[in-house]
T-cell receptor
Framework: GQNIDQPTEMTATEGAIVQINCTYQ??????LFWYQQHAGEAPTFLSY??LDGLEEKGRFSSFLSRSKGYSYLLLKELQMKDSASYLC??????????WGAGTKLIIKP | IAGITQAPTSQILAAGRRMTLRCTQD?????MYWYRQDLGLGLRLIHY???????GKGEVPDGYSVSRANTDDFPLTLASAVPSQTSVYFC????????????FGDGTRLSIL
């Protein structure tokens, strides 16, 4: 079966760095998305990786290892507004998204 | 401002009633999607449409139907609502299939009593 695993909840301190991990098992693979979702709001697109390696976009970076079925989202210089859920989604061989349940990130001052 | 509009924002509905959730996008995206989001389960795909005139079933299609008469509109209908359909429903669109980023509407919070 197809599956996405990510931690349910993480806590970090304002100004620090946090890494949110995601492992996936899919029938075929056509890339991996990260989305941010604030409580009560819609998900918004953060990043898309299809090749191995790290992609940096401001304070946020996303890493992919296709051989390990693994990705992480790295958030630097954490701000209170980064408190949100972070959703990992892998694209399978039919170009359908397989979504993880999301990681709720709590930022403490 | 370009984007996706969902209506209604929220609704309380008696079991057995018929309900249509509306979704309109003005980005001329080819693909559109309906998801439900329940606590602890993440987003689950109900139905999708890769282009106007075509639709497909997602992971949890039972009890729901969709139509895609034109590029902009993608309504979701619950023919006879049941309490297990209580959820937050998100409509999304993307330029193409699969590996294109999806843009989401603000969601419809639906409670079936």
């Amino acid at each position: 079966g197809q599956n996405i695993d990510q931690p349910t909840e993480m806590t970090a301190t304002e100004g620090a760095i946090v890494q949110i991990n995601c492992t996936y098992q899919t029938s075929g693979f056509n890339g991996l998305f990260w989305y941010q979702q604030h409580a009560g709001e819609a998900p918004t697109f953060l990043s898309y990786n299809v090749l191995d390696g790290l992609e940096e976009k401001g304070r946020f970076s996303s890493f992919l290892s296709r051989s390990k079925g693994y990705s992480y989202l790295l958030l630097k210089e954490l701000q209170m507004k980064d408190s949100a859920s972070y959703l990992c989604a892998a694209v399978d061989s039919n170009y359908q998204l397989i979504w993880g349940a999301g990681t709720k990130l709590i930022i403490k001052p | 401002i370009a984007g996706i509009t969902q209506a209604p924002t929220s609704q309380i509905l008696a079991a057995g009633r018929r309900m249509t959730l509306r979704c309109t996008q003005d980005m001329r995206h080819n693909a559109m999607y309906w998801y439900r989001q329940d606590l602890g389960l993440g987003l689950r795909l109900i139905h999708y449409s890769n282009t106007a005139g075509t639709t497909g079933k997602g992971e949890v299609p039972d009890g729901y139907s969709v139509s895609r008469a034109n590029t902009d509109d993608f309504p979701l209908t619950l023919a006879s609502a049941v309490p297990s359909q209580t959820s937050v429903y998100f409509c999304a669109s993307s330029e193409g299939e699969g590996n294109q980023p999806q843009h989401f509407g603000d969601g419809t919070r639906l409670s079936i009593l």
